[in-house]
């Protein structure tokens, strides 16, 4: 029986090893991303969710003393709804809210790994981020015109809105999404809380404010003036909010699963109905007690006066 030469017999052999030994890679990969999603949501593993601070209906955060004497932040509103629809069944028990107050810190906390999951962000063109979000975006607040009552029309287009003084919340970047398409002789202001904003416009320091629909019905409700306000329903622009995940903690195991997920529910009118009415009754319980909102007396500032026209051989301005 003729041997086969060194250089054919050891790369069958290499071969031979190598087939054999693919099992047990792949035996080992499994099972250390078994114990990833194990460990996603249990013990030191705790799910990160960030949330912004202030952004009724979408999130809120409220303060509650633990069993264990510590006290944490509780997240409310429509993104939390969605995130516990997200992860029912899952291993994932343990959570902590990190409440923020902007989109930017967001995403920083997505790239700096300390947080596993962001709600109620908007895309951004970030290849280092790009990644993580979840599509098709899974809650959107179309922003509307929204006048005092008797002074309300239907506007379906921006260019209606000319020569008008707009308000509008700080967090809806509306002066963004409406940065080269503002009427000629309009005016933008923007204010940090829908209480300066409604407070604005119903004293007659802003002739209409563009605001998200869902946080006008929310808010409105809450200082008792839904009655005392018109809603254009026409949105002018839709922007959208998604959810972003990290990629190398542990609870990134889900983020495939997450993906397929959050499309199901996204699509789900049924369910996003349901979660919008629990949503609005949670709210409407927790501000029963609020009183109707006060509305500032506003006086207009007066224009300046012309300067007077200076007489014939009048020195207005004589040398000393």
């Given amino acids: 029986m003729n041997k086969l030469p060194f250089s054919i017999f050891f ?15 792949a035996k080992d990969e499994e099972k250390a991303l078994r114990m990833k999603r194990d460990q996603c949501g249990q013990g030191n593993f705790t799910f990160q969710i960030a949330a912004l601070k202030d952004n009724v209906p979408f999130s809120w955060i409220t303060k509650r003393r633990d069993k264990d004497g510590e006290i944490r932040n509780q997240l409310h509103g429509l993104d939390f709804e969605f995130v516990m ?9 343990r959570i902590r809210i990190i409440a923020v107050d902007s989109q930017e810190e967001l995403h920083s906390l997505v790239l700096a790994e300390k947080a596993d999951i962001a709600v109620g962000t908007a895309y951004v063109n970030n290849k280092s981020l790009s990644k993580g979000f979840l599509y098709p975006s899974y809650m959107g607040n179309p922003i509307v015109a929204v006048f005092a009552k008797g002074k309300g029309r239907v506007i379906t287009d921006i260019n209606q809105l000319r020569d008008m003084k707009i308000v509008s919340l700080k967090r809806d970047n509306v002066d963004e999404l409406f940065k080269y398409t503002l009427p000629t002789g309009s005016s933008l202001s923007t204010v940090p809380d829908t209480k300066t904003l409604f407070q604005d416009l119903l004293s007659g320091k802003a002739d209409v404010a563009l605001i998200g629909l869902y946080t006008a019905t929310a808010d409105s409700n809450k200082y008792k003036i839904k009655e005392d306000l018109y809603f254009s ?3 002018l622009r839709y922007p959208r909010f998604f959810l972003l995940m990290t990629q190398s903690r542990n609870c990134s195991v889900y983020l495939d699963e997450f993906k397929e997920k959050a499309k199901a529910l996204s699509q789900d009118q049924a ?7 629990k949503v609005y009754k949670e709210l409407a319980e927790a501000n029963q007690d609020e009183p109707k909102l006060e509305i500032p007396l506003y006086v207009p500032p007066k224009e300046a006066e012309p300067e007077a026209e200076p007489k014939d051989n009048q020195v207005t301005n004589p040398e000393k």
């Fill in 271 to 277: 369910f996003l109905g349901e979660m919008l009415a």
């Fill in 233 to 235: 329903q026409t949105p």
């Fill in 85 to 93: 629809k997200l992860i029912e069944g899952t291993s994932i028990k």
């Fill in 11 to 25: 790369p069958i052999v290499f071969l031979f090893i190598f087939a054999f030994s693919l099992p047990a890679f």
